[in-house]
């Protein structure tokens, strides 16, 4: 087997190879030799078996298996040899010649680029946001907790709705199709919801159009917003049918002692004690998801590498799937920082020996159980007969290691500021 051509073009390795006669001849006899050890064949024992019965019966598996060996042997001693290091695995083709009986074939690969010149992260200084939980965040967390424990009461007065009030409603949206007829669309249906006015739960103009009426029917005429989440709706009007079947007014659940044991602390100090300390680390996680993006955004300004065209593509191709509508310069410049924060963070993993052990497989996966009260055992079930939901959760888990172990390499400087000006930081991309 030889290797005639190879240059490496826009960070991508471009090889031309031909696999001999011979060398394919030889190397089909080993596999069958192999399958013959193990092979069940009546009237044969094992390792007795006669070369042309295992050509009839592995001679194409045994084949396509020589082949796929001699070039990543091949292809494996030319990359070391030449010291040339790949950020993924191949793409090759073969090519079969009508006039002789070598097999041709072509290998493309993105390069691994040289990172060895990058700034040291000691170097790069990341500010880090400190909070406290206060009184008023505590009793505000309480606040939400009682709400979701409400019970409801009809309101037996008939009486116009304000806001606060539990609206229970049926709706069906129409808009106007490309005929000019008026038709229900997709999604705009509900029966029996609870809708509490003012929450904005509904388009703008919705719950509004709500207050000041009393129970019956009701027509709301309205547009959706231009950033709405469908395009198909975005901008258009739209006509709402709503029957308000009954108004209900919201208790929260009563905050004392008595409440707090109900959740399982002893009393409402020990329950308060226990929101600070959630608080605590849900500021302490904004902060560090907030050092994180900042960290990703300097090195992503700062690297200046030469990134496979070939991977550039791919991931220009994936986010055309998912964003139709996106402009190119966007596109090329969301695909480069992804490839480029991808295999920096492969770097890294790497340098700093990251690992998935099963106590932060374990971890993660009660991470995610908590958001939903009441439905952990489908958590749990999930990830355990989804393997796509556990690898991409293993995912997660090896670049949230590699980013924290990134961060505290990272020089700090402190900010202190209120949980507020906290949680109204968003990460910037």
Known sequence: MVIKTHKIKEATLNIAGEILEKDLTN????????????????GFRPGNIPEN????????????????DLINEEFQLFLKDKEIK?????????????KSSKIGYTLTAPVLPSLDKLTPLAKLTLTEYKTTATEEDILESLKKIAKSQSTFEVEKEDRAMKKGD????????YIQNEEGSREAFKGGEGKEFYLELGSNHFITGFEEALIGKKKGEHLLKLK?????????????????EVLVKEIKIQKPAEINDEWAKSLKRKDLADLKEYVKDLLSKHYDGHSKTLMKEELLNILATKTKVELPKMLLEKEATVIKEGQPEIEEKELQKTSHRRVLLGLLVSYYAESF??????DDVQKAIMSEAVKYPGQEEKVF??????????????????????????????????????????LDKQPKK
Do not use: W
């Open 27 to 42: 190397a089909i006899s080993s596999k069958l030799l192999e399958y013959g050890k193990k092979a069940k064949i009546e």
């Open 166 to 173: 539990i609206a229970v409603i049926d709706y069906v949206g």
């Open 86 to 98: 790949l950020y993924d695995r191949p793409d090759f083709k073969l090519e079969v010649s009508k």
């Open 381 to 422: 079930k999930t990830y355990k007969e989804n393997p796509d939901a556990l690898k991409q959760l293993h995912i997660m888990i090896y670049e949230d290691k590699t980013l924290t172990a990134m961060i505290e390499s990272c020089s700090k400087k402190t900010s202190k500021i209120t949980s507020k000006d906290l």
């Open 353 to 358: 020996k990251i690992k998935i052990e099963e």
């Open 53 to 68: 019965i295992l050509q009839d019966r592995f001679g194409l598996q045994a084949r396509q298996e020589a082949i796929t």
């Open 224 to 240: 959706f917003p231009k950033d709405y989440q469908s395009k198909e709706l975005s901008g258009k009007s739209v006509e709402f």
